[in-house]
């Protein structure tokens, strides 16, 4: 049973479209992350959440992207105005409570078409 | 070079094998973790070993840190076909913003033919 569940599995959209991805946590913890993942390529950390607060965040997450978590249980990332490279898997994780491992959803692919 | 580099790329077994991965760094750590990713699904959680501990088992899996060369191996002793996937090694960066963030290397393509 996977630690978070993330929709949609798969979402395919038009070039300058919003998108909104999301993941919901089998139990309540404090600190979420967004990574992402270009087919064959490695996997990139794009922003960690702790507390209903972005805590860190890298170049790649600019001002398209947006992340919350409205009713405190789903945790969302939205792409504003979708692009061809931002085509790719989307992995959300949650922290373990003991030593800082992570447990990831199975991700969600985005197509830009 | 980036933080956290498997070699090699890709590495092809017979089953039974061992099979061996390694992972370079540039910058000290807290710790180093080992993730397992089957085509086109999340990552897993295999293994994680402190920037305090030199070698660490879980089943078939052994893993080795080397602090002073920034380096790690895994190894995964008699391996099996279910064992085929990508392994990636992931550093928490110490000294970093404390948020638990993991850097990943580009990964081991790992084949186990039956």
């Known amino acids: 049973e996977p630690e978070v569940t993330q929709t949609p599995s798969h979402q395919v959209t038009q070039m300058g479209q919003e998108v909104i991805l999301r993941c919901v946590p089998i139990s309540n913890h404090l600190y979420f992350y967004w990574y992402r993942q270009i087919l064959g390529q490695k996997v990139e950390f794009l922003v960690s959440?702790?507390?209903?607060?972005?805590?860190?965040k890298s170049e790649i997450f600019d001002d398209q992207f947006s992340v919350e978590r409205p009713d405190g249980s789903n945790f969302t990332l939205k792409i504003r105005s979708t692009k061809l490279e931002d085509s790719a898997m989307y992995f959300c994780a949650r922290k373990g409570t003991t030593n800082g491992e992570l447990f990831f959803g199975e991700g969600s692919r985005l197509t830009v078409l | 070079s980036q933080q956290g580099e498997e070699d090699p790329q890709a590495l092809s077994i017979q089953e039974g094998e061992n099979a061996t991965m390694n992972c370079s760094y540039k910058t000290s750590i807290n710790n180093l973790q080992w993730y397992r990713q089957n085509s086109g699904r999340g990552l897993v959680h295999l293994i994680l070993i402190r920037s305090n501990e030199r070698e660490k088992h879980s089943g078939r899996l052994r893993v080795t840190l080397d602090t002073s060369k920034k380096s790690s191996s895994l190894l995964i002793t008699a391996s099996r076909a279910a064992d085929t996937a990508s392994y990636f090694c992931a550093t928490d960066i110490r000294g970093s913003s404390n948020t638990g963030k993991l850097i990943f290397g580009q990964g081991t393509t790992l084949q186990v033919k039956p």
């Open positions: 959440f702790y507390n209903n607060e972005i805590s860190e």
